[in-house]
C-alpha cells in the first residue's frame, strides 16, 4: 500500500516517510491498526476524535472527528436579535472573546453604515491585541504540553494569562466572556487606573517572553520534534483556506490587519512574522514574534489613546436594511468572518461564523500523513484549535 | 471607520465570459446555476484579470416560498404595489479573494431551484477549503454536493436524520427538558414524566 | 547551538529562577499571582458582574420595586432565563408590577443584556458569586422575593453606575414631572368639570379619555417609591400623578425595541380597557389593593 493516493497533488511530503509500507514477509501478516484518539485525550484539546489509521506508529490515514460541542449557534442566532447573538459570540473561541466580539461588531456596523468613535477603535485595538497575547501564549503552553513537557511551560503560560484576563475583568467585567464591544462601540469606557495596569503588564510581558524563549525556543528536544514535521506547502495553504499565523508559517504573507486594514490598524506600523519552511516548529516560533509584533502595536495605542465617546451613534434598535455583508477581521487563529443576511426585520435572516479553527482543520491528515502518531498529536497542537469555535 | 477592503473588484470580465451570469440586485452576488458553477470557479481562480485564489467562505442559505411586494411604476405611470410569488429555493453562497493579488471581495451564489431535492455542484476539486465547508452545508441544510470527494455529516452525528439549518426545520420533541421558569418549556417537561416540578409559576 | 543539551539546561535554570523567585517577595508577586481564595483577596472589581438582582427604592422590598413588568429583559435574554408574569388585581387588571420575577441563574449566563435593555435600571448586575446550593433545580431558580436588592446594596458594589444611574432616574423625573405639571393643571380642571356624571359615562368611554384614569394603579406602584415623597403626599395628588407614568413608561419602553413598543403599547391599551370598570372604585380600593398586593407578596 503506498499513501500517493491521499496526498494532495503538488503537495510533495518534504519528510521522509519512515517505515512507510507494510512489512511483507513469508508467513507473517500485518495489518494496519485503527486508533480512535479522543474525545477525551489529554491532546486533543477538548472534545475531538482523531480517527487514525496506523502502520505500525506511522499515520497512514487520520480522519478528524468533531461536532460534540455543536449547539448550532448559527440558528440560534437567527432567533435572536442582533445584539443577543453578542454574549453568544464570546463562546465560540472562549480564549478570543475580544476579538469574536470585535468581528460581529464589525460585520454589523458595515451593514447599517455606523461610525465608531475613534477612542473606541483604539481601546479595540488594544483588547484584540491582548487577546492575540492570551491566545497565542495559550498556544504555546499547550504545544509543549503535547511536546511532552507537562506542566511547568503551561503553567507559566496560564500565570501570564492571568494577568491578562485581570485586565479584561476590570474592563468588561468578566474574564473570558467579555461581552464587551457593541455595535457602534463599546459597552463601557476603560475603568480609571486601567492604562497604567495595562502598561505594566505590556512592559512586563516581554521579560516574560524572553523567559519563555530560553526556556523552549533552544531546547534540543522541541526543535527534534518540530522542526520538518508537519510541512505545509504555501499552495497547499491558500488552496485549503488556511489563515493566520498558520498560513504565514508557510511564508504566505497574508495578514488582514496590513490587508483589510480594518479599524485603525493601518496607524501602527508592526511587521507581519512569517515562517519559511511551514512546520511546527515554524507555526510556534510566529506566534511568538507575533506577540512580541502586538506588544509594538499594544505600547502605541496605549501612547495614543484619544479621548472622546466610546459610542458611535447606534439606533436603540439594530434594525439594518434587507441585504448582506460578509466582516472579517485577524483573529489570534485566523480569518473569523460573520455573515450576515438581513431580510430587515430585527433578526438576522442567516448568520453564518466563518471559524478559522475549522477550515484550519481541513489540512489535518496531509500535515499527518507519514509523521509517527506521536507526531499527529504535535502538528494538531500547532494547527490551534478552539472547539467551541470549530463546533459551534 | 469605514472598514477599507482591498481592491474591489470589476466583475465584467466575468459577465462577458459568462453570459448566463446574473448579478443580484443589491448584494452584486453572482448568480450562477449549479451547473456552470466549476467553469465559472475555475475562471475566476485561473484568470489573471480576478486570481482569486481564496476560497474563504461556504455556506447556506435557505429561502421558503414567500410572497414579496414591490413598488414598480405601471404603463399609466402610477406606482403600484406588485405581489410577486418568490418560488422555495436554496442558495451556497461562496465567498472569494485574492491572497496574491490582495483582492477581494466577489460573492458567488449557486442557486438551486429545487429545494425538495437539492444538489449542488461542490468545488472541492478545486479549491480545498471547500471540503469541510460543504460538507457544513451538506450536514445542515442538506444539500447535496456533486463531486465533493468526502460527503459526510460534519457536525451532527451520523444517525441524525433532519437538516437542522432549513427555516422549516422543526426540533425533536425527544430530548430531555429541564424544569426551568419558562411557561413555555415548563408545558413541554409536563408532557415528559417526572419532570415538570420546579417554577415558581402558581 | 554549541554543545547538545545546552538548551536543556538552559531551561532548566529558568525553571529554577522562577522556583527561587517565588521566595522573594517581588518575584513571588510578578511569579506567583495566586490568591489565596476565601481568606484574603477581593476579587470584586468595578464592572464585575455575575447574575441580576431586582432593585427596590427606599425601605419597602415590594413597594419600591422599580421594576414594572413590562418584559423587555424577559424577551430580549439570549439564554432566555427570565420568565415575568404580571401582577393583576382581583378584577384582572394589571399592575405595573411582576407577581413572578423568576430567573434561573443554572441557565443565566451573566450576560447582562437585560441590564442594558432596561429601560428602568430596575435590573442591574450583582458581584456576589458564592451561590453554592443543595438543589440544582429548586435553590438555583431565583424569585421575586430573593432577587429584591435595595439600592443601598448596589451603592455598595458598584457605587459609580448606581451613581449614574441615580442620576438617569432623577433627569427622568424631572423630565416627566415637569410634563406632569402641565398635565396636572389640565387633568385639575378636567376633573372638576367631570364630577360626578362623568362616572357612569366612563364605562363606556372609549380609549382616549380612559387612558387618563388609567394611570392610577401602574403608577402607584413603580413611580410612587422612586419618587420617595410620593408616599407623604395625599391619595389625591397621588392620582393625578399617576396620570403621568402610564403615559411616560410605554414611551420609555418604546425607546427600547421596536417590539417591544409594540407590546407594551398593546399591552397599555389592554391595561386600559381592562381598567375601564375600576375608574369608579376610585382611590379607596386603591389603598385595598395595596394591603392585598402586600399580603400576596409575603
Given at each position: 500500500m503506498t499513501m500517493e493516493s491521499s496526498v494532495v497533488a503538488g503537495s510533495e511530503p518534504t519528510v521522509e516517510p519512515r517505515g512507510f509500507e507494510l512489512i511483507e514477509r513469508e508467513g507473517l501478516e500485518t495489518n494496519l491498526l485503527e486508533v480512535s484518539m479522543g474525545p477525551h485525550h489529554p491532546s486533543t484539546h477538548g472534545v475531538f476524535r482523531m480517527d487514525v489509521k496506523l502502520d505500525g506508529e506511522t499515520v497512514t490515514e487520520l480522519r478528524p472527528v468533531f461536532g460534540y460541542l455543536h449547539r448550532n449557534h448559527e440558528k440560534l442566532a437567527e432567533d435572536m436579535g442582533y445584539l443577543g447573538s453578542m454574549p453568544f459570540t464570546d463562546r465560540l473561541d472562549y480564549f478570543c472573546s475580544m476579538t469574536n466580539n470585535w468581528a460581529y461588531a464589525l460585520a454589523g456596523e458595515k451593514m447599517i453604515d455606523l461610525e465608531v468613535p475613534e477612542r473606541a477603535e483604539y481601546v479595540r485595538v488594544i483588547m484584540a491585541e491582548l487577546t492575540r497575547l492570551v491566545n497565542h501564549i495559550m498556544l504555546v503552553g499547550f504545544f509543549v504540553n503535547d511536546l511532552g513537557a507537562l506542566g511547568t511551560p503551561l503553567l507559566y503560560a496560564l500565570r501570564e494569562r492571568e494577568k491578562i484576563l485581570d485586565l479584561f475583568e476590570w474592563a468588561s467585567g468578566a474574564r473570558m466572556m467579555c461581552n464587551y464591544m457593541r455595535f457602534g462601540g463599546l459597552r463601557n469606557d476603560l475603568p480609571e487606573g486601567w492604562l497604567t495596569k495595562c502598561r505594566e503588564v505590556v512592559d512586563a510581558f516581554p521579560y516574560f517572553l524572553d523567559e519563555?524563549?530560553?526556556?523552549?525556543?533552544?531546547?534540543?528536544?522541541?526543535?527534534?520534534?518540530?522542526?520538518?514535521?508537519?510541512?505545509?506547502?504555501p499552495e497547499l495553504a491558500i488552496n485549503a483556506g488556511i489563515t493566520g499565523p498558520m498560513l504565514r508559517a508557510s511564508g504566505v504573507n497574508y495578514d488582514l490587519r496590513k490587508v483589510d486594514a480594518y479599524g485603525v490598524y493601518d496607524r501602527f506600523p508592526f511587521r507581519v512574522p512569517m515562517g519559511e519552511v511551514g512546520d511546527c516548529y515554524d507555526r510556534f516560533m510566529v506566534r511568538i514574534l507575533e506577540m512580541r509584533e502586538s506588544i509594538k502595536i499594544l505600547r502605541q495605542a496605549m501612547d495614543e489613546l484619544p479621548e472622546g465617546p466610546i459610542m458611535g451613534e447606534a439606533p436603540r434598535v439594530f434594525k439594518p436594511p434587507a441585504g448582506e455583508i460578509y466582516g472579517r477581521i485577524e483573529g489570534p487563529k485566523g480569518e473569523l468572518g460573520f455573515y450576515l443576511v438581513s431580510d430587515g426585520t430585527a433578526k438576522p435572516?442567516?448568520?453564518?461564523?466563518?471559524?478559522?479553527?475549522?477550515v484550519n482543520l481541513t489540512v489535518l491528515e496531509d500535515l499527518c500523513l507519514g509523521h509517527k502518531v506521536a507526531d499527529a498529536v504535535v502538528i494538531l497542537g500547532s494547527v490551534d484549535i478552539v472547539l467551541g469555535e470549530v463546533d459551534r | 471607520m469605514p472598514v477599507s477592503d482591498e481592491t474591489p473588484v470589476d466583475l465584467a470580465p466575468v459577465l462577458e465570459s459568462f453570459p448566463s451570469l446574473e448579478v443580484e440586485k443589491g448584494t452584486g452576488a453572482l448568480i450562477t446555476q449549479p451547473a456552470l458553477v466549476l467553469e465559472v470557479v475555475q475562471f475566476l481562480r485561473d484568470d489573471p484579470r480576478y486570481r482569486l485564489d481564496y476560497l474563504s467562505n461556504v455556506t447556506g442559505i435557505d429561502y421558503l416560498a414567500t410572497v414579496r411586494k414591490e413598488k414598480r411604476v405601471n404603463e399609466e405611470g402610477k406606482t403600484e404595489i406588485v405581489k410577486i410569488d418568490e418560488p422555495p429555493r436554496m442558495d451556497v453562497v461562496y465567498h472569494f479573494y485574492s491572497m496574491s493579488e490582495k483582492r477581494g471581495l466577489v460573492t458567488l451564489k449557486q442557486r438551486i431551484t429545487d429545494r425538495d431535492r437539492p444538489v449542488a455542484t461542490s468545488l472541492m476539486p478545486l479549491f480545498r477549503s471547500a471540503e469541510f465547508q460543504e460538507r457544513e452545508v451538506y450536514d445542515l441544510f442538506g444539500i447535496d454536493f456533486q463531486g465533493h470527494l468526502d460527503l459526510r455529516r460534519l457536525l451532527m452525528w451520523e444517525e441524525f436524520e433532519d437538516f437542522p439549518m432549513r427555516r422549516d426545520y422543526v426540533e425533536p420533541d425527544d430530548y430531555e427538558y429541564e424544569p426551568t421558569p419558562h411557561g413555555e418549556v415548563l408545558e413541554k417537561a409536563k408532557t415528559h414524566a417526572g419532570l415538570g416540578e420546579g417554577g415558581s409559576e402558581e | 547551538m554549541d554543545l547538545l543539551g545546552s538548551g536543556i539546561f538552559k531551561g532548566m535554570a529558568v525553571t529554577l529562577k522562577n522556583f527561587a523567585m517565588t521566595y522573594f517577595d517581588r518575584g513571588r508577586k510578578e511569579r506567583l499571582p495566586t490568591v489565596q481564595y476565601p481568606e484574603a483577596g477581593d476579587t470584586v472589581t468595578l464592572f464585575t458582574r455575575n447574575f441580576p438582582f431586582l432593585i427596590y427604592d427606599g425601605e419597602e422590598e415590594v413597594d419600591g420595586m422599580r421594576c414594572v413588568a413590562c418584559q423587555i429583559c424577559e424577551r430580549e435574554c439570549p439564554p432566555a432565563c427570565i420568565y415575568i408574569v404580571k401582577e393583576k388585581d382581583e378584577n384582572g387588571k394589571f399592575v405595573k408590577r411582576p407577581k413572578v420575577f423568576d430567573i434561573d441563574v443554572s441557565v443565566c449566563m451573566g450576560c447582562q443584556i437585560c441590564v442594558e435593555v432596561c429601560p428602568f435600571d430596575a435590573i442591574v448586575m450583582d458581584s456576589e458569586f458564592e451561590y453554592s446550593k443543595e438543589d440544582r433545580f429548586g435553590d438555583l431558580l431565583f424569585n421575586r422575593d430573593e432577587l429584591l436588592k435595595s439600592n443601598d446594596y448596589y451603592h455598595k458594589i458598584h457605587p459609580e453606575e448606581a451613581q449614574a444611574r441615580d442620576a438617569?432616574?432623577?433627569?427622568?423625573?424631572?423630565?416627566?414631572?415637569?410634563?406632569?405639571?402641565?398635565?396636572?393643571?389640565?387633568?385639575?380642571?378636567?376633573?372638576?368639570?367631570?364630577?360626578?356624571?362623568?362616572?357612569?359615562?366612563?364605562?363606556?368611554?372609549?380609549?382616549?379619555?380612559?387612558?387618563?384614569?388609567?394611570?392610577?394603579?401602574?403608577?402607584?406602584?413603580?413611580?410612587?417609591?422612586?419618587?420617595?415623597?410620593?408616599?407623604?403626599?395625599?391619595?389625591?395628588?397621588?392620582?393625578?400623578?399617576?396620570?403621568e407614568t402610564p403615559v411616560e413608561e410605554p414611551a420609555a419602553a418604546t425607546d427600547e425595541t421596536e417590539d417591544a413598543k409594540e407590546e407594551s403599547s398593546g399591552g397599555s391599551e389592554g391595561k386600559e380597557t381592562s381598567e375601564e370598570p375600576e375608574e369608579t372604585a376610585g382611590s379607596g380600593e386603591d389603598d385595598e389593593k395595596k394591603a392585598e398586593e402586600g399580603e400576596g407578596v409575603s
Amino acid at each position: 500500500m503506498t499513501m500517493e493516493s491521499s496526498v494532495v497533488a503538488g503537495s510533495e511530503p518534504t519528510v521522509e516517510p519512515r517505515g512507510f509500507e507494510l512489512i511483507e514477509r513469508e508467513g507473517l501478516e500485518t495489518n494496519l491498526l485503527e486508533v480512535s484518539m479522543g474525545p477525551h485525550h489529554p491532546s486533543t484539546h477538548g472534545v475531538f476524535r482523531m480517527d487514525v489509521k496506523l502502520d505500525g506508529e506511522t499515520v497512514t490515514e487520520l480522519r478528524p472527528v468533531f461536532g460534540y460541542l455543536h449547539r448550532n449557534h448559527e440558528k440560534l442566532a437567527e432567533d435572536m436579535g442582533y445584539l443577543g447573538s453578542m454574549p453568544f459570540t464570546d463562546r465560540l473561541d472562549y480564549f478570543c472573546s475580544m476579538t469574536n466580539n470585535w468581528a460581529y461588531a464589525l460585520a454589523g456596523e458595515k451593514m447599517i453604515d455606523l461610525e465608531v468613535p475613534e477612542r473606541a477603535e483604539y481601546v479595540r485595538v488594544i483588547m484584540a491585541e491582548l487577546t492575540r497575547l492570551v491566545n497565542h501564549i495559550m498556544l504555546v503552553g499547550f504545544f509543549v504540553n503535547d511536546l511532552g513537557a507537562l506542566g511547568t511551560p503551561l503553567l507559566y503560560a496560564l500565570r501570564e494569562r492571568e494577568k491578562i484576563l485581570d485586565l479584561f475583568e476590570w474592563a468588561s467585567g468578566a474574564r473570558m466572556m467579555c461581552n464587551y464591544m457593541r455595535f457602534g462601540g463599546l459597552r463601557n469606557d476603560l475603568p480609571e487606573g486601567w492604562l497604567t495596569k495595562c502598561r505594566e503588564v505590556v512592559d512586563a510581558f516581554p521579560y516574560f517572553l524572553d523567559e519563555y524563549e530560553k526556556l523552549l525556543v533552544e531546547n534540543e528536544i522541541i526543535l527534534v520534534r518540530t522542526q520538518n514535521v508537519g510541512v505545509l506547502k504555501p499552495e497547499l495553504a491558500i488552496n485549503a483556506g488556511i489563515t493566520g499565523p498558520m498560513l504565514r508559517a508557510s511564508g504566505v504573507n497574508y495578514d488582514l490587519r496590513k490587508v483589510d486594514a480594518y479599524g485603525v490598524y493601518d496607524r501602527f506600523p508592526f511587521r507581519v512574522p512569517m515562517g519559511e519552511v511551514g512546520d511546527c516548529y515554524d507555526r510556534f516560533m510566529v506566534r511568538i514574534l507575533e506577540m512580541r509584533e502586538s506588544i509594538k502595536i499594544l505600547r502605541q495605542a496605549m501612547d495614543e489613546l484619544p479621548e472622546g465617546p466610546i459610542m458611535g451613534e447606534a439606533p436603540r434598535v439594530f434594525k439594518p436594511p434587507a441585504g448582506e455583508i460578509y466582516g472579517r477581521i485577524e483573529g489570534p487563529k485566523g480569518e473569523l468572518g460573520f455573515y450576515l443576511v438581513s431580510d430587515g426585520t430585527a433578526k438576522p435572516y442567516r448568520y453564518r461564523v466563518r471559524p478559522p479553527s475549522l477550515v484550519n482543520l481541513t489540512v489535518l491528515e496531509d500535515l499527518c500523513l507519514g509523521h509517527k502518531v506521536a507526531d499527529a498529536v504535535v502538528i494538531l497542537g500547532s494547527v490551534d484549535i478552539v472547539l467551541g469555535e470549530v463546533d459551534r | 471607520m469605514p472598514v477599507s477592503d482591498e481592491t474591489p473588484v470589476d466583475l465584467a470580465p466575468v459577465l462577458e465570459s459568462f453570459p448566463s451570469l446574473e448579478v443580484e440586485k443589491g448584494t452584486g452576488a453572482l448568480i450562477t446555476q449549479p451547473a456552470l458553477v466549476l467553469e465559472v470557479v475555475q475562471f475566476l481562480r485561473d484568470d489573471p484579470r480576478y486570481r482569486l485564489d481564496y476560497l474563504s467562505n461556504v455556506t447556506g442559505i435557505d429561502y421558503l416560498a414567500t410572497v414579496r411586494k414591490e413598488k414598480r411604476v405601471n404603463e399609466e405611470g402610477k406606482t403600484e404595489i406588485v405581489k410577486i410569488d418568490e418560488p422555495p429555493r436554496m442558495d451556497v453562497v461562496y465567498h472569494f479573494y485574492s491572497m496574491s493579488e490582495k483582492r477581494g471581495l466577489v460573492t458567488l451564489k449557486q442557486r438551486i431551484t429545487d429545494r425538495d431535492r437539492p444538489v449542488a455542484t461542490s468545488l472541492m476539486p478545486l479549491f480545498r477549503s471547500a471540503e469541510f465547508q460543504e460538507r457544513e452545508v451538506y450536514d445542515l441544510f442538506g444539500i447535496d454536493f456533486q463531486g465533493h470527494l468526502d460527503l459526510r455529516r460534519l457536525l451532527m452525528w451520523e444517525e441524525f436524520e433532519d437538516f437542522p439549518m432549513r427555516r422549516d426545520y422543526v426540533e425533536p420533541d425527544d430530548y430531555e427538558y429541564e424544569p426551568t421558569p419558562h411557561g413555555e418549556v415548563l408545558e413541554k417537561a409536563k408532557t415528559h414524566a417526572g419532570l415538570g416540578e420546579g417554577g415558581s409559576e402558581e | 547551538m554549541d554543545l547538545l543539551g545546552s538548551g536543556i539546561f538552559k531551561g532548566m535554570a529558568v525553571t529554577l529562577k522562577n522556583f527561587a523567585m517565588t521566595y522573594f517577595d517581588r518575584g513571588r508577586k510578578e511569579r506567583l499571582p495566586t490568591v489565596q481564595y476565601p481568606e484574603a483577596g477581593d476579587t470584586v472589581t468595578l464592572f464585575t458582574r455575575n447574575f441580576p438582582f431586582l432593585i427596590y427604592d427606599g425601605e419597602e422590598e415590594v413597594d419600591g420595586m422599580r421594576c414594572v413588568a413590562c418584559q423587555i429583559c424577559e424577551r430580549e435574554c439570549p439564554p432566555a432565563c427570565i420568565y415575568i408574569v404580571k401582577e393583576k388585581d382581583e378584577n384582572g387588571k394589571f399592575v405595573k408590577r411582576p407577581k413572578v420575577f423568576d430567573i434561573d441563574v443554572s441557565v443565566c449566563m451573566g450576560c447582562q443584556i437585560c441590564v442594558e435593555v432596561c429601560p428602568f435600571d430596575a435590573i442591574v448586575m450583582d458581584s456576589e458569586f458564592e451561590y453554592s446550593k443543595e438543589d440544582r433545580f429548586g435553590d438555583l431558580l431565583f424569585n421575586r422575593d430573593e432577587l429584591l436588592k435595595s439600592n443601598d446594596y448596589y451603592h455598595k458594589i458598584h457605587p459609580e453606575e448606581a451613581q449614574a444611574r441615580d442620576a438617569n432616574l432623577a433627569a427622568k423625573k424631572a423630565a416627566d414631572e415637569a410634563k406632569k405639571k402641565a398635565r396636572e393643571e389640565k387633568a385639575a380642571a378636567a376633573a372638576a368639570a367631570k364630577a360626578a356624571a362623568e362616572k357612569e359615562a366612563s364605562e363606556k368611554k372609549d380609549s382616549p379619555e380612559a387612558s387618563e384614569p388609567v394611570a392610577e394603579e401602574p403608577k402607584a406602584e413603580p413611580a410612587a417609591p422612586s419618587e420617595n415623597h410620593a408616599k407623604a403626599e395625599s391619595e389625591a395628588k397621588e392620582k393625578p400623578a399617576a396620570e403621568e407614568t402610564p403615559v411616560e413608561e410605554p414611551a420609555a419602553a418604546t425607546d427600547e425595541t421596536e417590539d417591544a413598543k409594540e407590546e407594551s403599547s398593546g399591552g397599555s391599551e389592554g391595561k386600559e380597557t381592562s381598567e375601564e370598570p375600576e375608574e369608579t372604585a376610585g382611590s379607596g380600593e386603591d389603598d385595598e389593593k395595596k394591603a392585598e398586593e402586600g399580603e400576596g407578596v409575603s
